[in-house]
């Protein structure tokens, strides 16, 4: 058969890709790698059964091939970092994207299978939940562009059947998990195995005691291809999921004991963790239906599942993903603002850093490497080195970017380095967005307003700069204002360097999505 898979780069999409190749099947995958990521399904690209088309599906897609039999609509970011990043396009993907495709199953008379989630639900207080249940949920939420587009869809798939007679069919997953899962996406576990493995504090959100159902992607798929299989008129959804009840505490002793790591287990609350609020205190599939329907249930054991996706986070580990970093100076001459960086760089052990700067002293070694951190120093030892570093440090970047495909750059201080990102931010289309670090003494009105009023190069780095961070001085009502009213990343300057990393690193989280999206 002819299969069209949407979201087919994704976690669950290229798994589903790999079972459908193996049975013989022809696969389109389509994808706008929001979320999806290519090296997911490029083992595949010299298939000749494999095809690859690179398509937003909030917009028609053009079917270029004569025949289709079947279309898994799985396109929709689903990690709570990537669909709260932009909820208007989660919302869009859901709606807009559904009855694309339910449009296209209607004019070539595909069977659809669309993949919608236990979010559904919301809160439930039904619990386990069955698919007859209407759930608890708050469509004002943080999480809504989630909950009330999938609901939405849901919606669309039964009107298409009833109304044109679209063999569509629901399903709603669980909190699948396994190999691929994004790093730094938001899910609990996938958090959690890369907290520990990296030796950082795992966090848990309030007292842990809420609890979810883990469902292990090889156990999914083929209950995919079950229900997309099974002849039958009964559109109405079922549950895929695991009815094993794990407490998120309990999840967390597992991660870090299996691991062996060194790591701390640590309560968090609402102010920090912010994109928590809104989590669910009970969630466990009633898969009752999925047995009768489908003669399905989950084989593989949670603790066996976790085991599998530790070995593919650790193996992924070993391929660290490089951050970019453009300073004017860098250690061994030190300063607040250098100093404060490299602080940073030893408490985020989840990154490489290469860091391009000018060389000022001959004295200095042009190169160094010292474990994730990687400095490049440019020119010939002069005083005029920083003057040339914007267009040095273009070159060089180039030149790594072609090795490390990076995602993110970070600029320290608006001065020459953060013209250079400027600069390799023009030359790459902005594909590789960055992030501006200021460092100041005291925190005033002016420092903010200068970058657009004094030099053209100020008014240049300002305007690239993807995201801005400032570090200094202040006041609560400053920082407040800062962040509230000039959407500045706000950090007073006292010592605190653990709270540094943390912020930093979530502007780091949001960039790596950011370049996806570019």
């Not at 494999?50 to 053009?62: G, T, Y």
């Not at 000022?360 to 920083?386: C, M, N, P, S």
């Not at 072609?402 to 970070?410: C, E, F, G, L, M």
């Not at 800062?482 to 990343?489: A, G």
């Amino acid at each position: 058969m002819r299969i069209l898979v949407t979201g087919g780069a994704g976690f669950v999409g290229s798994h589903l890709i790999d079972y459908l190749i193996e049975k013989g099947h022809d696969v389109v995958c389509v994808d706008s790698f929001f979320s999806g990521k290519k090296e997911n399904i490029a083992h595949h690209l010299s298939n000749p059964r494999f095809h690859l088309i690179a398509h937003d599906i909030r917009r028609p897609l053009k079917y270029p091939y004569k025949t289709l039999d079947r279309i898994y609509h799985l396109a929709c970011p689903a990690s709570p970092m990537q669909y709260q990043f932009d909820p208007v396009l989660t919302f869009e993907t859901s709606i807009h994207g559904t009855q694309h495709m339910l449009n296209l199953a209607r004019k070539t008379g595909a069977r659809l299978l669309f993949t919608s989630t236990s979010e559904v639900y919301g809160d439930p207080l039904e619990h386990p939940q069955k698919e007859s249940y209407f759930g608890n949920v708050d469509p004002l939420g943080k999480r809504a562009c989630y909950d009330e587009g999938k609901r939405a869809a849901e919606a669309l798939c039964k009107d298409y059947h009833e109304q044109y007679g679209v063999d569509a069919r629901i399903v709603r997953l669980f909190n699948v998990y396994g190999p691929r899962m994004m790093f730094n996406d938001g899910r609990v576990l996938s958090n959690f195995i890369l907290q520990a493995l990296l030796n950082e504090d795992i966090t848990v959100f309030r007292n842990g005691e809420q609890t979810r159902s883990f469902l292990y992607i090889d156990d999914l798929v083929p209950a995919l291809a079950k229900r997309m299989e099974i002849e039958s008129d009964d559109w109405r959804p079922v549950n895929l999921g695991n009815p094993d009840e794990q407490r998120i505490i309990d999840l967390a002793v597992a991660v870090k004991e299996q691991t062996n790591s060194k790591s701390r287990i640590v309560h968090q609350t609402e102010t920090e963790m912010p994109g928590r609020v809104g989590d669910p205190q009970r969630r466990c599939p009633d898969i009752a239906r999925a047995k009768q329907l489908l003669g399905w249930e989950p084989r593989i054991g949670f603790v066996e599942g976790l085991e599998k996706t530790i070995v593919d986070f650790q193996s992924r580990l070993a391929h660290r993903p490089h951050v970019l970093v453009f300073s004017t100076a860098y250690l061994p001459m030190k300063g607040p603002a250098e100093e404060a960086t490299s602080e940073v760089i030893a408490r985020l052990p989840g990154y490489e850093f290469d860091i391009i700067t000018a060389r000022f002293d001959t004295k200095v070694t042009a190169e160094t490497h010292a474990g994730r951190v990687h400095i490049y120093r440019l020119g010939q030892g002069t005083a005029l080195d920083k003057f040339l570093l914007p267009f040095r440090a273009v070159v060089k970047a180039r030149q790594l970017n072609k090795t490390h495909r990076y995602q993110v750059a970070w600029a320290i201080m608006a001065s020459y380095g953060a013209l250079a990102a400027a600069f390799f931010s023009l030359l790459m289309r902005r594909r590789v967005p960055f992030l501006l670090s200021v460092f100041e003494g005291d925190i005033e009105e002016k420092m903010l307003t200068r970058g657009k009023m004094l030099a053209p190069m100020y008014r240049l780095i300002f305007q690239r700069a993807n995201r801005w961070q400032v570090i200094g001085k202040m006041s609560e009502m400053q920082r407040l204002w800062l962040e509230d009213e000039r959407k500045v990343q706000a950090i007073p300057e006292n010592g605190n360097f653990d709270l540094l990393a943390k912020r930093t690193k979530e502007m780091f989280q949001e960039l790596e999505i950011l370049s996806t999206r570019l």
